[in-house]
């Protein structure tokens, strides 16, 4: 008996079934293989960013009344800085907490210069608060307390700001109108006390004047006309009284004289 040969069929494979996924493969390759260097570039230039350009100094302009070691400590930046790596705006943001600076722009100079240019904030009184003295800017700003026992020459308020907010505006502008008289240079203590609007009171040089509320320009003009004819007659005086309309009050020390 003849022995029966089994052949087993080849199998045909499709080249439409292979060809399908390795298409798909090839499409995805060309997208992430691009995307793999570029990243791969970016870390090594940040990588390159970090170490090329370190931050060799900082320099600042525009400061009169805050060091640059004060500045520098505003700034928040630590000592291994890298100039193209720093956030302008964090710098920005970290020394605008300060109540001296009014504005602040930022710039880097390469190789390793930081330039930062700073508008202060200008001290305009001082504010007597129960024997605590505060520089304040011509907005009633607090700007820093006093720790050490030397004042500066300017007009003291005293007064509670925090209490008294209307007060001590008006108080603000009373200085305002003192300075533009030219009465800083021509006394040597000004002291405005800011207790009650109608009972605004100036003490220049020891002597009372009581100024009241509004039209302080007005109300300088004939204190400065009356203190001429004041040191030409010798008179000692308690107080001057300018809150009345188109009269002043001058009380002697004995009696009382109204012009």
């Known amino acids: 008996m003849k022995s029966v040969k089994r052949f087993r069929k080849n199998t045909v494979v499709s080249k439409g079934s292979l060809s399908a996924p390795i298409l798909r ?3 995805i390759a060309k997208v992430v293989l691009p995307l793999l260097i570029l990243l791969g570039l970016a870390s090594a230039g940040y990588a390159v960013l970090r170490t090329a350009f ?6 600042f302009a525009g400061n009169q009344h805050l060091s640059d070691d004060d500045l520098r400590a505003l700034t928040g930046l630590g000592e291994k800085e890298n100039l193209a790596t720093l956030s302008s705006g964090s710098v920005f943001r970290s020394m605008s907490t300060s109540p001296w600076i009014r504005s602040v722009s930022v710039r880097k100079e390469f190789p390793n210069t930081l330039q930062v240019f700073v508008n202060e904030a200008e001290p305009f009184a001082l504010l007597d608060m129960g024997g605590r ?3 304040v800017d011509n907005k009633g700003k607090l700007l820093e307390e006093l720790k050490d026992s030397s004042i500066p020459f300017l007009p003291v308020i005293v007064g509670n700001p925090f209490e008294k907010k209307d007060v001590f505006a008006e108080a603000i502008n009373l200085v305002r109108a003192i300075k533009e008289a030219g009465l800083i240079a021509r006394k040597d203590r000004i002291e405005v006390i800011a207790h009650k609007q109608q009972e605004m009171t100036v003490n220049l040089d020891g002597v009372v004047v009581k100024v009241g509320t509004g039209d302080y320009h007005e109300k300088l003009v004939r204190l400065l006309e009356l203190e001429e004819e004041i040191k030409s007659r010798r008179i000692p005086v308690d107080y001057i009284d300018l809150r009345f309309a188109n009269r002043v009050v001058v009380k002697p020390v004995n009696e009382v004289v109204r012009r």
């Open 25 to 27: 493969l090839k499409q």
């Open 54 to 59: 370190p931050l060799g100094q900082i320099r």
């Open 133 to 135: 003295y505060f520089i």
